[in-house]
């Protein structure tokens, strides 16, 4: 590694919600600036106004911050290079353009969309492909082709131009990718022109982002696979602009694979197989189309992250829980593999029941309040404490907690059918109204006493356990399921546990 400062960003396009992908391509960014004692950026790359979506910046900064990713420079935050968002940096594109026309590596190019379109059309009906480049820039509308004055005289004239790369011919271009080591391309065989301005005074993607690497001091670009074919450009734009000194590494990160079957994730196999790919839930703009998110569904930060950063990169051990600041020490790229890795949703609710388990009483109490306010529910905060240190071990997300103990809260409304055809004979409800009596009279209401008083007086009947137990849980829960039923009684306190025996009875006869 040079002695340059580490820099790295994480530079998404707002057009629409992060895909989890990209949360990953933050998070190696981010790993890797710590480990390196570097600097974690965040340059939003609006450049493309036809594919901008409002809110999706903000989505993006919120799921960063959500899952403590937080860069050091970005948009609102301040730095030294900004601004950060490509269209506030409009106005500086155009000279970095100028220059290589002038020194030849780029050129004006007059054809209209409509031009370009025909071409497009009659190579497809030979059932070839049009390509801007090597082989027909030579007879299309360019300054390569045009004398010097008609160039000038179109300019003058306003008429709209793009420039474009001059792909040198038959070049190879070799990089290293520190993923996937060297990796060679021949400019004729693979690349065309493409365009570095647009006629709407914007650069495209290709031109602002090596400008802005270059004048941000990035040090190493980290980002998806999808990005690999751009590289062999991007290092001739470093050679053409004559930055090669201060050229970053790149390093181009593996896809994440749907859970079955071939290709990259995507938002369809969420909906299909009901898990996210979204950090958090986004309402599309136009459509009202709801995603839903990995911290709507309850997932914790730490479960996400976790998860993500095993999509790609191992430890080379058998540990598989990592916090962010483990993460940040052990993380290399020599580290991640080149290969896809495959989305497994159960590891990722394996995950969070690891986070959920790893929770206090007292955290997972304060996380459960809400759900119970939402449903109009208030307790007092020790019966809260009381029943969540009941039945945490049982859950993986906090509204488990509400499916596994809303009976502590609520009265059931029905009875399970199969546990009431089973269990309640024509004894039980003289039996269970008894039992309602004892209740009544034990003095300190604690599931110890509780289960004192129950006890003599079943020896003292001679009943079977069996016979009342099942009947009266049925009465209290509605069905067969929860802790120790002495605890049950206890929590719900003596004046509900009798109300709801006699509603059994009353209901179930
Ligand atoms: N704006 C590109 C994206 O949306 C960034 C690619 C890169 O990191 O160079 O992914």
Redesign the pocket.
């Known amino acids: 590694m040079s002695d340059r400062k580490v820099r790295v960003?994480?530079?998404?396009?707002p057009?629409g919600p992060l895909h989890m992908g990209?949360v990953r391509?933050a998070l190696f960014n981010y790993l890797f600036a710590k480990k390196h004692g570097g600097d974690f950026i965040l340059r939003i790359?609006d450049t493309d106004q036809n594919r901008f979506v409002p809110g999706a910046e903000e989505y993006i900064i919120e799921s960063l911050n959500w899952c403590g990713l937080t860069p050091v420079e970005g948009p609102g935050m301040g730095g030294n290079y900004g601004p950060y968002r490509q269209s506030e940096r409009k106005e500086l594109y155009k000279k970095y353009a100028d220059q290589l026309v002038e020194s030849g590596w780029a050129y004006y190019a007059f054809d209209t969309p409509q031009e370009i379109e025909t071409l497009r059309n009659a190579a497809e009906l030979k059932g070839e492909t049009f390509s801007y480049g090597i082989s027909t820039r030579n007879d299309l509308n360019n300054s390569l082709r045009l004398p010097e004055n008609e160039v000038q005289q179109k300019i003058d004239a306003g008429e709209a131009f793009v420039i474009r790369f001059k792909m040198p011919e038959d070049l190879e271009v070799t990089e290293e990718d520190l993923i996937r080591g060297s990796v060679t391309f021949n400019t004729t065989k693979s690349l065309d022109d493409k365009v570095l301005f647009k006629s709407d005074g914007m650069p495209t993607?290709h031109l602002a982002?090596v400008v802005d690497?270059h004048l941000m001091k990035i040090t190493h670009?980290?980002?998806?696979e999808?990005?690999l074919p751009?590289m062999p450009l991007?290092v001739l734009l470093y050679r053409a602009f004559g930055w090669e000194d201060t050229k970053p590494r790149f390093a181009h990160l593996p896809l994440i694979l749907k859970p079955v079957g071939k290709g990259k994730l995507s938002k369809r196999d969420g909906d299909k197989m009901g898990f996210p790919v979204f950090p958090l839930l986004w309402t599309d703009p136009e459509t009202g189309d709801i995603s839903r998110g990995y911290r709507e569904d309850g997932y914790f930060p730490e479960a996400f992250l976790n998860l993500l950063a095993l999509l790609g990169w191992n430890p080379g051990t058998e540990q598989e829980f990592f916090n962010l600041d483990e993460l940040s020490k052990l993380f290399s790229l020599e580290r991640v593999v080149k290969s896809g890795s495959r989305f497994d949703p159960e590891k990722a609710k394996w995950f969070n029941k690891h986070y959920f388990q790893q929770k206090s009483t007292e955290e997972l109490s304060k996380l459960f309040k809400p759900v119970l306010s939402e449903k109009g529910i208030e307790a007092p905060d020790e019966k809260i404490r009381a029943v969540v240190a009941e039945i945490k071990e049982r859950c993986e997300f906090v509204n488990d907690l509400w499916e596994q103990g809303s009976y502590f809260f609520v009265a059931p409304e029905s009875y399970d059918e199969k546990t009431v055809s089973k269990r309640w004979t024509q004894e039980t409800p003289g039996q269970i109204n008894a039992i309602a009596g004892v209740f009544e009279n034990v003095k300190n209401w604690k599931a110890e006493s509780i289960k004192e008083a129950f006890s003599a007086f079943m020896n003292e009947k001679g009943w079977g356990f069996g016979a009342i137990m099942n009947p009266l849980r049925l009465s209290l829960v509605g069905g067969n399921l929860g802790p120790d039923l002495f605890v049950i009684c206890e929590l719900l306190g003596k004046e509900e546990t009798i109300s709801r025996i006699q509603t059994a009875l009353q209901k179930i006869g």
């Open positions: 960003r994480f530079a998404p396009s057009t990209g391509t790359e993607y982002n690497d670009v980290i980002r998806g999808e990005w751009s991007h």
